[in-house]
């Protein structure tokens, strides 16, 4: 059955008249309302700030939280639909705290020909403590209005962007690194490296045909002023030396240009001649997810097609060492498939089995594993609990390993264009961290992905 609004007009309210509208105050309630009115009293948002300035040891709403309960009481149901605020008067008598019940209260104290209205007003907290007081002014409708009612859009709080902010900073007292730039001849590839050398984060060594190099900096504005450049005749030729200049230790990070990614990683790959070490290369996508309360790494999304369980295994401290090199001491670890059970027609959940075994037996270290779980349950505590999963990883994942690339590479792209998710991608495995930027990167995101390979070579500096 549909639920009408009708209101009452002038020639129907009496003096005497009154409602009454009771409502509970949530931490939700006082962050709408501070993101609607833009208002950064602090003393609404922290409990501390509440203590040392309004001396409160809970948060406290905005006054006007509260008197704004009159504008939904007036227009919702007396006089109702219709109605016109004319004046408010209020005087504040107690503050609103988060978690408590206020009732406010509206009576017609004064009707004013030809319309108008004056109302007495009073809210009381659930302790019987008389918040405000005050009077309000109408018009009153004088045409009868019956209507069903509205159903007002849902809203959802979400945490600002900040990961990438908070990585970037990280590098703020390191040294910049030495990056072999491997053919940035167009404008995405060549403004990333020299964003990055503006801030401070990295050495650029621009490795590819001069001439084109310098064509694109002149046409997008670009200051080449101290940075080396390389000159190469073709990519081939950029991906050798960029990572001869690795292999020997000029550089301690390779970034990649405008080249394919697989012409780069064919190099890299190389056995003779490239990068590789005694442990599985791959790619681990670092993920900002407005959403998501923590920074998530899903891999490997990018490089390993269909992994096998070995292959699953140093994928997997890839990613732990890369967590602890952001700060995360013990990242928690969602081995991912369909479903949460091993079933044993579904081989990512054998395998998922296997690597958390492989981590009691000591085999991965550094992390608390837990698996097969669906990525609901491994990225939500509420629905972890409806399946009654008792899980310290379930519903608080800080690395997704994905079962193959395409669950990968399709679930990163799905946070990034359905959730504004931003991605930064490394390559780590390699003797030096790999930074994998996209044309759909955004700035930031490929600034971040710099200072990822900063974090990292700075990390290994220390072990070393």
């Given at each position: 059955?549909v639920?009408?609004?009708?209101?009452?007009?002038?020639?129907?309210?009496?003096?005497?008249?009154?409602?009454?509208?009771?409502?509970?105050?949530?931490?939700?309630?006082?962050?709408?309302?501070?993101?609607?009115?833009?208002?950064?009293?602090?003393?609404h948002?922290?409990?501390?700030?509440?203590e040392?300035?309004?001396?409160?040891?809970?948060?406290?709403?905005?006054?006007?939280?509260?008197?704004?309960l009159?504008?939904?009481?007036?227009?919702?149901?007396?006089?109702?639909?219709?109605?016109?605020?004319?004046?408010?008067?209020?005087?504040?008598?107690?503050?609103?705290?988060?978690?408590?019940?206020?009732?406010?209260?509206?009576?017609?104290?004064?009707?004013?020909?030809?319309?108008?209205?004056?109302?007495?007003?009073?809210?009381?907290?659930?302790?019987?403590?008389?918040?405000?007081?005050?009077?309000?002014?109408?018009?009153?409708?004088?045409?009868?209005?019956?209507q069903?009612?509205?159903?007002?859009?849902?809203?959802?709080?979400?945490?600002?962007?900040?990961?990438?902010?908070?990585?970037?900073?990280?590098?703020?007292?390191?040294?910049?690194?030495?990056?072999?730039?491997?053919?940035?001849?167009?404008?995405?590839?060549?403004?990333?490296?020299?964003?990055?050398?503006?801030?401070?984060?990295?050495?650029?060594?621009?490795?590819?045909?001069?001439?084109?190099?310098?064509?694109v900096a002149?046409?997008?504005?670009?200051?080449?002023?101290?940075?080396?450049?390389?000159?190469?005749?073709?990519?081939?030729?950029?991906?050798?030396?960029?990572?001869a200049?690795?292999?020997?230790?000029?550089?301690?990070?390779?970034?990649?240009?405008?080249?394919?990614?697989?012409?780069?990683?064919?190099?890299?790959?190389?056995?003779?001649?490239?990068?590789?070490?005694?442990?599985?290369?791959?790619?681990?996508?670092?993920?900002?997810?407005?959403?998501?309360?923590?920074?998530?790494?899903?891999?490997?999304a990018?490089?390993?097609?269909?992994?096998?369980?070995?292959?699953?295994?140093?994928?997997?401290?890839?990613?732990?060492?890369?967590?602890?090199?952001?700060?995360?001491?013990?990242?928690?670890?969602?081995?991912?498939?369909?479903?949460?059970?091993?079933?044993?027609?579904?081989?990512?959940?054998?395998?998922?089995?296997?690597?958390?075994?492989?981590?009691?037996?000591?085999?991965?270290?550094?992390?608390?594993l837990?698996?097969?779980?669906?990525?609901?349950?491994?990225?939500?505590?509420?629905?972890?609990?409806?399946?009654?999963?008792?899980?310290?990883?379930?519903?608080?994942?800080?690395?997704?390993?994905?079962?193959?690339?395409?669950?990968?590479?399709?679930?990163?792209?799905?946070?990034?264009?359905?959730?504004?998710?931003?991605?930064?991608?490394?390559?780590?495995?390699?003797?030096?961290?790999?930074?994998?930027?996209?044309?759909?990167?955004?700035?930031?995101?490929?600034?971040?992905?710099?200072?990822?390979?900063?974090?990292?070579?700075?990390?290994?500096?220390?072990?070393?």
């Amino acid at each position: 059955m549909v639920e009408m609004m009708n209101n009452r007009v002038f020639a129907e309210i009496k003096i005497g008249d009154s409602a009454t509208l009771e409502r509970t105050c949530s931490m939700k309630d006082v962050e709408l309302f501070g993101v609607a009115t833009g208002d950064l009293n602090p003393t609404h948002y922290s409990a501390e700030s509440a203590e040392k300035f309004a001396h409160h040891r809970k948060v406290v709403a905005h006054s006007m939280w509260g008197g704004s309960l009159l504008s939904a009481l007036l227009g919702n149901e007396l006089p109702g639909p219709g109605t016109v605020y004319r004046n408010q008067d209020l005087t504040f008598l107690a503050p609103v705290e988060v978690g408590d019940t206020v009732t406010v209260t509206i009576t017609v104290a004064e009707k004013i020909p030809p319309a108008d209205i004056a109302f007495d007003c009073k809210a009381v907290n659930q302790k019987g403590e008389t918040v405000y007081t005050g009077r309000a002014l109408v018009i009153a409708p004088t045409e009868k209005v019956s209507q069903p009612k509205m159903e007002l859009q849902e809203v959802a709080l979400r945490r600002r962007h900040h990961v990438f902010e908070d990585i970037i900073a990280k590098c703020t007292d390191l040294a910049p690194i030495s990056v072999a730039v491997c053919h940035p001849c167009d404008q995405v590839s060549l403004e990333g490296p020299v964003e990055a050398a503006k801030l401070g984060l990295i050495d650029p060594i621009l490795i590819g045909p001069e001439a084109k190099i310098r064509s694109v900096a002149a046409e997008f504005g670009f200051d080449l002023t101290g940075l080396r450049i390389v000159d190469t005749q073709h990519s081939h030729e950029s991906a050798e030396r960029a990572v001869a200049m690795c292999r020997s230790g000029e550089a301690e990070a390779l970034m990649k240009g405008s080249l394919h990614t697989d012409e780069m990683m064919h190099e890299v790959a190389s056995r003779d001649k490239g990068l590789r070490t005694a442990r599985r290369i791959s790619h681990v996508f670092v993920m900002d997810v407005p959403t998501y309360p923590r920074t998530l790494l899903i891999t490997d999304a990018a490089i390993n097609i269909y992994p096998t369980l070995e292959d699953k295994a140093d994928i997997l401290q890839n990613a732990i060492e890369l967590a602890h090199v952001l700060g995360v001491e013990l990242p928690k670890v969602a081995i991912l498939s369909a479903v949460e059970t091993v079933y044993p027609k579904i081989n990512s959940t054998i395998e998922a089995a296997a690597l958390c075994k492989m981590a009691d037996r000591g085999q991965i270290t550094g992390a608390l594993l837990d698996g097969p779980l669906a990525f609901d349950n491994a990225i939500s505590e509420e629905a972890a609990k409806i399946k009654k999963i008792n899980s310290p990883v379930a519903g608080r994942a800080d690395i997704l390993l994905v079962p193959d690339l395409e669950a990968g590479n399709m679930l990163a792209k799905q946070l990034s264009y359905l959730a504004e998710a931003d991605a930064a991608g490394i390559v780590l495995g390699a003797r030096v961290p790999i930074v994998l930027t996209s044309r759909a990167d955004s700035a930031k995101a490929r600034l971040a992905s710099c200072a990822v390979a900063v974090l990292f070579a700075h990390a290994r500096r220390l072990k070393a």
